[in-house]
Structure formats: structure tokens, C-alpha cells
């Protein structure tokens, strides 16, 4: 949240501290249904819910998916019929009405966190919640981190949920 101050920064005094005047009206939360989305999903309703927000959940498709073989597509879990790819927007859904909050699913094809930034954006949303894998080392430096690059790239606050 942001305080409303008279004067610049470097100037403020606790006397100077008026009102909180930010207010959280939606939470975009991307997910693709793993441990660390899921938690940043949980994160994102309480928030929603404490806030009176609207969520919106996305699964953002690389294209990656169709080039792995049927077989390594029918060994990943699967969640009540639903293909992993969008198992983590059902879970949104399904934590959202049993919450009583608001919420929209959306599936969106490009790269990950330009995608996130940029729905975001065009949205209008107040806040993205995002899981955080822990990966660190080696695998961080291949693979990388989306929460990180959305942290980096976007100019709308960032929440990273770590999961241990």
C-alpha cells in the first residue's frame, strides 16, 4: 500500500503520514496449478476477500506443451478430469466461489512474464500475487524465474508467495 504524504520523501516525518488511499480493487494471479501457484492462489483470495478485490487467475501457454510426445502428456497429473495445463485455474475458481470472491480464468498464449506484466496492464489490476519455486543455483540460472522477471519488468506492485 502507498501513504498519502505532503512533501517528497526524503523530507517525510512520521506527522506528515495522513491516510492510506490505496486501494486494492483487482488481484491478477497467474497459475498453472503447482505447489508455489496454488499458495500464491490461497494468498491472493485472502487478500481479495479482506479487500472486497476481484481476482483474476490466468495460465499463461508457452505453445511448449505440444511438442512433447502423447505419452509424456498422459502421465501428468491430472486434477478431477482436467488437464494440468489448466488444473491451477480450476483450483482459482473453485477457492474463489467457495469464498465468496470474484473471479474470471483466463488462458493466454506467449511468453510467460511478458504476458503476466502485460495482462496485468491491460486489465487494470492493482496487484499480481506469485508463486516463487525456490530454485536456486544451477537450476535457476537454466531455467530462470518467472517471478522474479515480473518482479524486475513490471510497474504494478508484485506479492511473491514462497513455498518451502
Known amino acids: 500500500m502507498k501513504v498519502c504524504i ?20 483487482k ?11 496454488v499458495a500464491a492462489t490461497e494468498y491472493a ?3 481479495a476477500k479482506t479487500f472486497g478485490a476481484k481476482i483474476k487467475a490466468i495460465f499463461v501457454d508457452t505453445g511448449l506443451e505440444s511438442l512433447e510426445y502423447p505419452e509424456e502428456i498422459m502421465n501428468e497429473d491430472v486434477y478431477e478430469g482436467v488437464h494440468s495445463s489448466i488444473k491451477g485455474l480450476v483450483i482459482a475458481k473453485t477457492m474463489c466461489e467457495r469464498n465468496g470472491v470474484e473471479c474470471e480464468v483466463e488462458l493466454i498464449k506467449g511468453g510467460v512474464a511478458k504476458r503476466i506484466v502485460a495482462t496485468a496492464q491491460e486489465w487494470g489490476a492493482d496487484m499480481i500475487v506469485v508463486g516463487d519455486t525456490g530454485r536456486t543455483g544451477l537450476k535457476r540460472i537454466a531455467l530462470g524465474s518467472v517471478a522474479e522477471t515480473v518482479v524486475k519488468g513490471s510497474p504494478i506492485p508484485v506479492v511473491v508467495v514462497k513455498v518451502d
Open 6 to 25: 505532503k512533501g517528497s520523501a526524503e523530507d517525510l516525518k512520521l506527522g506528515d503520514i495522513q491516510e492510506v488511499c490505496h486501494e486494492i480493487d
Open 45 to 47: 483470495v485472502v487478500l
Open 27 to 37: 488481484i491478477l494471479v497467474p497459475t498453472d496449478g503447482s505447489e508455489p501457484a
